[in-house]
């Protein structure tokens, strides 16, 4: 890890390559490594920095209330080696009523931001944001919030 500790998960291949495994990765294992060789008296080698940026919900949408007939937000921040192909807001895992909704997605270096904003709300339920992301390396990531309506 650059600038960071040495993480001593390299196991010897042979007698000239290694191999690094990490094995549990989450958004706190994003990070540039490199490897490096120590040649006793011949000195040191340094191999190129290899960046790993690891997809997942940098920042959930948080629960929120809101009195019937107003206004209620859910913003959700992503984060991924790429932006995502697709971004979707459900309700209940139903398709949210874009009617009475809207979404504006920036990107941002590795964080893609979406904010759906619901305009008029009346029901009580749980929003969830979900980002499609192609391959090769593909999946879904998503991450959801309780919005509670009163009155």
Known sequence: KTGGQDLGQGSLVNDYKSLLVLSSVDLTTTDDYKCVADYNDLGTHQSEIAS???RGIQSHPVATTAVKTNTARFTCVIRGDKAPSSITWSRDDEAVDMTTASVATTTSGDDTTTVLTLTNVM???????SAQFESP??????????LTVLG
């Open 52 to 54: 790993l940026i690891v």
């Open 123 to 129: 029901t009580t339920g749980k929003y969830k944001c």
């Open 137 to 146: 390396v593909g999946g879904v990531v998503s991450g959801s919030a309780d």
